[in-house]
């Protein structure tokens, strides 16, 4: 049979079917790299969206951190008012769960610098109340709750009520304090009276008379009585003193001799007053040391630099307002670290701090300057020391801003004093 003859292929149509297929594959793969970019695009998107949000979140956080902070420093002031009851509505003990089987307010009354503020900040562990070695640096009364379990195991809480002196002078303030000693000789379940071990008798005598007169009744009511700052006298001299007191021991449940620079028989107070207080559930939070504010105790550290730096009648003719008292926050940068990245290297931590400012009111314009002192060295070293306490208290840092103001009717009228904290009427 005859040969088929064989099909041959024309060269220029087979390039141009290899052209047209080359061109269809790089179309296919321009057409896939844009898909891969938009698929790109979309999570850059959506991951810049989850970032914003974060960022918004943290805005809120921060926000709202912010907002808890000036609500504590809110909370200074709506405290303020009702520090003057003795139990708070949110400390009403009906809603308080505690074992606090005994509790009970006791006054602590005594002469001017018996060492009874010494006392009361060594219960506490902190310097709460003023102290100085000058005689009547309290003022206005201070709560102190100190818990303590008997040795057969009771537990109680003492709230503790520091007093001003026991003294009567004409000026008006030292009216007031005189009468915030009588109304806690009234008010509370038991009263503890100090005496320095190196007092006169006649101090005692003159206190059993205002206790009596205080409680209105013909019935005399008991108090335990202590003698402070043991530590300064000899073996001798403090059994002598015993010896002249246990002539009133008809007046007294014990005689407890102290010293609270080198702790004796601190304990055995505190056994002598729990006994004595009334069945009663926790009258306060027992995380709580004091009733009082952090505006209280912040005035309170610049009076006691006041006593501390200057001397004759300047701190005993002057006094203290708190004008402003409010928490911020401050962006701190961490400290760098050598193995870490850049990144780590670049952040930084939001701290709070205290910012507080106070005006120090005096009578005469000599007393102004004399605060001040040279170029500002005075109103510097008060405002350092009284910042330093008041840190150490709160644990934050404290911006503090002190002014002088020469007011020569402050201490003249109970108006007046009532903007200092001295309400006669309470």
């Known amino acids: 049979m005859p040969k088929k003859p064989e099909s041959k ?31 790109l695009d979309s999570k850059k998107k959506d991951f810049c969206k989850l970032d914003s949000r974060a960022e918004s979140k943290k805005m809120d956080s921060k926000k709202l951190e ?36 005994r509790a009970g307010f006791v006054g602590i009354l005594g002469r001017p610098n018996a060492g009874k503020s010494s006392l009361l900040n060594h219960l506490a562990g902190q310097n709460l109340a003023l102290i100085s070695h000058k005689a009547n640096a309290t003022r206005n009364k201070m709560h102190f709750i100190i818990p303590h379990t008997t040795r057969e195991g009771i537990d109680t809480q003492i709230i503790f009520v520091d007093t001003p002196g026991i003294h009567q002078r004409e000026k008006l303030l030292n009216q007031f304090m005189l009468e915030v000693a009588l109304k806690v000789m009234k008010d509370c379940d038991l009263c503890v009276f100090m005496a320095s071990v190196h007092d006169d ?85 027992e995380d709580d040391i004091t009733t009082h504010t952090m505006r209280e105790i912040a005035k309170e550290m610049i009076r006691q630099s006041i006593f501390s730096n200057l001397s004759d009648e300047i701190p005993y003719e002057s006094d203290v307002i708190l004008t402003g008292f409010a928490y911020k926050l401050k962006r701190v940068p961490l400290a760098p ?78 108006k007046n004093l009532k903007n200092f904290g001295y309400n006669f009427e309470l």
């Open 9 to 39: 292929t024309n060269p220029k149509h087979a390039k141009s079917a290899n052209n047209a297929e080359s061109k269809n594959q790089h179309a296919q793969k321009l057409e896939s790299k844009k898909a891969e970019s938009k698929k």
């Open 66 to 101: 912010s907002k808890k902070l000036d609500s504590r420093a809110q909370d200074t002031t709506i405290k303020d008012s009702s520090t003057a009851k003795q139990t708070p509505a949110f400390n009403d003990p009906a809603i308080l769960p505690s074992s606090v089987q």
């Open 201 to 285: 008798l006649s101090h005692y005598e003159k206190f059993l008379a205002l206790y009596q007169n205080a409680l209105e009744s013909t019935a005399p009511r008991k108090h335990i009585l202590v003698l402070s700052k043991i530590d300064t006298a000899t073996h001798e001299e403090l059994l002598s003193t015993i010896d002249k007191y246990n002539k009133f021991s008809e007046h007294f449940y014990a005689l407890i001799p102290i010293s609270t620079k080198k702790p004796r028989n601190i304990n055995e107070l505190l056994e002598q007053i729990a006994k004595r207080l009334p069945e009663s559930s926790a009258l306060f939070d």
């Open 337 to 414: 670290m050598t193995f870490a990245s850049k990144s780590a290297r670049q952040r930084s931590i939001t701290k709070q701090i205290a910012h507080i400012s106070a005006n120090i009111y005096v009578l005469k314009n000599s007393q102004k300057k004399i605060i001040i002192g040279s170029e500002g060295a005075t109103l510097k070293r008060i405002g350092m020391q009284a910042r330093a306490s008041i840190e150490e208290i709160l644990g934050t840092q404290v911006f503090l801003c002190l002014s002088v103001i020469v007011d020569s009717k402050w201490v003249k009228n109970k």
